[in-house]
């Protein structure tokens, strides 16, 4: 039964392991409450309505802020320059067949 | 439980023999479960905190349009705003985007209101004067500044400004003001030439949330020409963005995945004539079938199993440990300033017991299904 007892080890230390990074994952987000805390306060004080992940194009920097047609604005029938143009899915039209 | 230990035992002892074989499906299921995952724990990561974070955000942000696009908002709408019933505290916002060709970044420049004053998250403090400015960690590390150092920027010969820097925000609020440069109303008008009683747009609290559609329509009515943005809006964008972008980051891997199912599958429809003989010389030294399949089942749980396990601890330490290393590009496009990948280790059990059930589940099930035809066949005829 050698490797029978060798296979459930491995298997209880993988457990193990993922318990111990799940735990580390709460207790993470628990230690960081204070600092959540605070960007939430900032986000109230500086009344932000955007992360600034994606700073190529307004459209990106502010997606919830941009028009409705942002990656096409430039010019008439011009294609979307940035890679990032494609965070956004296209929005759902009431009625319209998709 | 005896007679379970003694198949594990022999399923293992069969796994063995084709150890590299084996070895080898263990592996790529193993790295198939960990970008799966990490994509998975990234975008929920994101996704979470985000909005977290933007559920303070203004209930409404008022944008005026004109010829369909987002134009200055005049700051006389305030006093009729607010006179709608339910509309509470109103604050125009002066920002705007500034393209630095020094580094080939976009900052996003913002005027500081006495609200901001006690923001937390900054080394140093918030300008309090014309001619300072706070800026956020990106733009500190990308233009080699600190507090003290002066900062200019120019859009032409009298459009240009040249600030001292008063304070940065800390790393961990990258997340939020990165691109961030906050100077005062002044200068900003002055640097965007921005006329006096225009604004960039008006953010409006409503006093009691269950009215905010309400109160949106009302501001509609009265300025046809407006565009108000609700916070529900703004939460159901960026819930749209990270789905939208993490299964964009899985059509990428579509391949990979196509080639495992197609794996699975070839597995599933049968199995070759060296397993099938075994089969045959198992049931005539008297097996059951019900032990045959308890065989199968084992080698498909012993591999998937513990593949599925390593690719969720691989996936947990790339995503929380390594910054996303593999996944960083990708979701980077080609903004030059991006906040460094910290995401917060929020966990979704949920999308690992779906990512749970559509592996490892069909996996032993490509497993038994063929070998339970073999068993169920005349060893004889299953020998030969």
């Known amino acids: 039964m050698f490797k029978t007892r060798l296979f459930a080890g491995f298997i209880i230390i993988e457990v193990a392991a993922l ?31 955007d992360i600034a992940f994606w700073t190529e194009a307004r459209y990106t920097r502010h997606p ?11 010019f008439p029938s011009s294609v979307d320059h940035f890679p990032a143009g494609s965070v956004v899915p296209p929005p759902q039209i009431h009625g319209a067949k998709r | 439980m005896k007679g379970h230990g003694r198949i594990i035992e022999y399923a293992l002892s069969t796994l063995a023999r084709r150890k590299f074989k084996n070895f ?7 790295v198939l479960i960990a970008v799966l995952s990490s994509i998975l724990f990234l975008m929920h990561a994101y996704k979470t905190e985000t909005l977290k974070l933007l559920d303070n955000s203004p209930e409404i942000i008022l944008q005026n349009m004109s010829g369909g696009r987002h134009e200055l908002i005049p700051t006389e709408y305030i006093g009729t705003l607010s006179g709608i ?24 420049l913002m005027a500081f209101d006495e609200t901001m004053r006690d923001v937390k998250p900054i080394d140093g403090r918030m300008p309090a004067a014309d001619g300072e400015c706070a800026v956020g960690r990106g733009v500190a590390d990308l233009r080699q500044v600190g507090i003290k150092d002066d900062i200019f920027l120019t859009l032409g010969t009298e459009q240009n400004v040249n600030l001292k820097i008063v304070g940065t925000f800390t790393a961990n609020s990258a997340i939020l003001t990165n ?32 009215e905010v559609s309400m109160v949106a329509r009302k501001i509609r ?8 943005i609700l916070k529900n809006e703004l939460l159901r964008t960026y819930d749209n963005i990270f789905n939208w972008r993490g299964g964009i980051v899985l059509i ?10 197609i794996f699975v599958w070839d597995k599933a429809t049968g199995i070759n004539a060296e397993e099938r003989q075994e089969i045959g010389i198992l049931k005539a030294i008297g097996w059951e079938t019900s032990d045959v399949l308890q065989l199968k089942f084992w080698e498909g749980v012993v591999v998937s199993l513990s593949s599925f396990l390593t690719g969720l601890i691989l996936a947990y330490m790339h995503v929380f440990y390594f910054h996303a290393q593999f996944l960083a590009p990708v979701l980077k496009g080609w903004s030059v300033l991006f906040p460094k990948f910290e995401p917060m280790p929020y966990i979704d059990i949920y999308q690992i017991f779906v990512l749970f059930f559509l592996t490892v589940v069909p996996y032993v099930a ?9 068993a169920i066949s005349d060893p004889d005829s299953v020998m030969r």
Not at chain 1, 64 to 74: H, L, R
Not at chain 2, 88 to 105: E, H, K, V
Not at chain 2, 222 to 228: G, K
């Open chain 2, 179 to 210: 691109d961030l440069v906050v100077l005062t109303k002044a200068d900003l008008i002055k640097f965007f030439n921005m006329p006096a009683d225009k604004a960039t747009d008006i953010t409006i609290e409503v006093n009691n949330p269950a």
């Open chain 1, 64 to 74: 919830s802020q941009a028009d409705f047609f942002a990656p096409f604005q430039d």
């Open chain 2, 221 to 228: 009515r009265t300025f046809p020409d407006s565009r108000p």
């Open chain 2, 24 to 30: 080898s499906v263990a592996a790529v299921f193993s």
């Open chain 2, 85 to 108: 019933a339910g509309v509470g505290q109103i604050t125009p916002r002066y920002w705007g985007y500034y393209y630095d060709s020094l580094t080939s970044a976009n900052y996003t």
């Open chain 2, 366 to 374: 490509a497993c038994v299904v063929p070998s339970w035809k073999a």
């Open chain 2, 252 to 261: 990428m891997f579509f391949g990979a995945i196509a080639a495992f199912m």
């Open chain 1, 19 to 49: 318990a111990v990074l799940y735990l580390s994952a709460a207790s993470g987000v628990h230690l960081k409450e204070p600092e959540m805390s605070l960007k939430r306060s900032m986000v109230r004080a500086m009344k932000l309505t």
